[in-house]
């Protein structure tokens, strides 16, 4: 089911929160971020998005956009082992996002990849019937990220625990690949404590989940978080501050909860916190950035940087929310088969 797809999209950027308020979590570590990233999304190459503020006045499309289901003719019971897979391995979705993307783009999430969770949920400060949105008792911006995050777990934990096997966080300029991040799960426990997501190397020993890229919690990783760790100051950081990814991951480790290896058999990645662009030109991530440092596995420039069984990309406009619908799931090239693995093409920088 797997197509080889090149979109020009943006960049996946952890947020990070203001220093006034920092137990637990180092001054010095949120300055030597704050240095390392802002050289890249300060000066953005080629317009993309490389922040949420890039994004922030982005509007996605009026009205929903259709496409044919897939009950028509042309795909008909193409998606039946992703349909039946769907029925075994459960899926949980949260989306952050806040009153003011409601609209613009928690909907068009919706629309698109969310409905492929057996479950999506919109975290949000506001109710909205629309979407429908859960609210939270906390504030909205960076600060309270990691606030957010904690409840958010809370909630799903104290309302739909039994019901779904893998619990994911997303943001609302996510795009989820569902089918293939149920492939990666299908042969794990979700009894045992794990989660996966893009892994990076500083800060904690045993590396922590890219935020932007999304990350998957089992079963018993968030029974450990919400019973164990959030209302527990040696294991989880108790206010609201501090970068989420991180927090979540020394939270992780704390927990006994493992840092799972998400990359498939050819040592590819799945979860990409820069879109497909920046992994598939050579020299468009420049040899300096911080990316390079922050990869807890090498990786490869060129086509071998993605798998063809990716999952997640960050910084998706609204309207390239569609796109990729309509790359993944209705454009076919006749006469090629989806169960081929054509060698890959190397792409030469000029």
Same mark, same amino acid.
């Given at each position: 089911?797997?197509?080889?797809?090149?979109?020009?999209? $943006?960049?996946? +950027?952890?947020?990070? $929160?203001?220093?006034?308020?920092?137990?637990?979590?180092?001054?010095?570590?949120?300055?030597?971020?704050?240095?390392?990233?802002?050289?890249?999304?300060?000066?953005?190459?080629?317009?993309?998005?490389?922040?949420?503020?890039?994004?922030?006045? !982005?509007?996605?499309?009026?009205?929903?956009?259709?496409?044919?289901?897939?009950?028509?003719?042309?795909?008909?019971?193409?998606?039946?082992?992703?349909?039946?897979?769907?029925?075994?391995?459960?899926?949980?979705?949260?989306?952050?996002?806040?009153?003011?993307?409601? &609209?613009?783009?928690?909907?068009?999430?919706?629309?698109?990849?969310?409905?492929?969770?057996?479950?999506?949920?919109?975290?949000?400060?506001?109710?909205?019937?629309?979407?429908?949105?859960?609210? +939270?008792?906390?504030?909205?911006?960076?600060?309270?990220?990691?606030? &957010?995050? &904690?409840?958010?777990?809370?909630?799903?934990?104290?309302?739909?625990?039994?019901?779904?096997?893998?619990?994911? &966080?997303?943001?609302?300029?996510?795009?989820?690949?569902?089918?293939?991040?149920?492939?990666?799960?299908?042969?794990?426990?979700?009894?045992?404590?794990?989660?996966?997501?893009?892994?990076?190397?500083?800060?904690?020993?045993?590396?922590?989940?890219?935020?932007?890229?999304?990350?998957?919690?089992?079963?018993?990783?968030?029974?450990?978080?919400?019973?164990?760790?959030?209302?527990?100051?040696?294991?989880?950081?108790?206010?609201?501050?501090?970068?989420?990814?991180?927090?979540?991951?020394?939270?992780?480790?704390?927990?006994?909860? !493992?840092?799972?290896?998400?990359?498939?058999?050819?040592?590819?990645?799945?979860?990409?916190?820069?879109?497909?662009?920046?992994?598939?030109?050579?020299?468009?991530?420049?040899?300096?950035?911080?990316?390079?440092?922050?990869?807890?596995?090498?990786?490869?420039?060129?086509?071998?940087?993605? $798998?063809?069984?990716?999952?997640?990309?960050?910084?998706?406009?609204?309207?390239?929310?569609?796109?990729? !619908?309509? +790359?993944?799931?209705? +454009?076919?090239?006749?006469?090629?088969?989806?169960?081929?693995?054509?060698?890959?093409?190397?792409?030469?920088?000029?």
């Amino acid at each position: 089911m797997a197509i080889g797809f090149i979109f020009g999209l $943006s960049v996946s +950027l952890l947020t990070i $929160s203001k220093t006034q308020y920092l137990p637990n979590y180092s001054k010095n570590i949120l300055r030597s971020l704050q240095s390392q990233w802002s050289q890249y999304y300060t000066h953005p190459p080629n317009g993309h998005a490389h922040s949420h503020e890039d994004l922030e006045d !982005e509007e996605g499309p009026p009205e929903i956009v259709m496409f044919h289901n897939g009950n028509d003719s042309v795909h008909r019971d193409e998606d039946l082992l992703a349909r039946q897979l769907a029925e075994k391995v459960k899926v949980l979705c949260w989306v952050m996002t806040q009153p003011k993307n409601h &609209k613009s783009k928690a909907r068009h999430v919706k629309a698109t990849w969310g409905r492929r969770c057996n479950k999506v949920l919109f975290m949000s400060s506001k109710e909205d019937e629309d979407l429908p949105t859960v609210k +939270l008792k906390v504030g909205e911006g960076r600060d309270n990220l990691w606030g &957010k995050t &904690k409840n958010a777990f809370k909630h799903v934990y104290q309302n739909h625990f039994e019901e779904y096997d893998w619990f994911v &966080k997303a943001d609302d300029d996510t795009y989820m690949v569902i089918e293939n991040l149920r492939y990666l799960l299908k042969d794990y426990n979700s009894s045992h404590p794990l989660y996966f997501g893009r892994k990076f190397k500083p800060y904690v020993d045993q590396g922590y989940m890219s935020g932007g890229a999304g990350y998957v919690l089992s079963k018993e990783a968030l029974r450990r978080f919400v019973e164990d760790g959030v209302d527990d100051g040696e294991l989880c950081r108790l206010d609201n501050g501090g970068a989420e990814d991180v927090e979540i991951g020394k939270c992780m480790l704390n927990l006994g909860v !493992e840092a799972g290896d998400s990359r498939d058999s050819e040592g590819r990645k799945r979860f990409m916190p820069f879109v497909p662009e920046h992994h598939l030109i050579p020299g468009h991530i420049p040899e300096d950035s911080w990316y390079w440092k922050y990869q807890y596995y090498e990786e490869e420039e060129g086509l071998a940087a993605c $798998s063809d069984l990716a999952i997640s990309f960050h910084y998706v406009s609204p309207k390239e929310m569609y796109v990729f !619908e309509y +790359l993944i799931y209705h +454009l076919r090239p006749f006469g090629i088969s989806s169960n081929s693995k054509p060698e890959d093409t190397k792409v030469e920088q000029l």
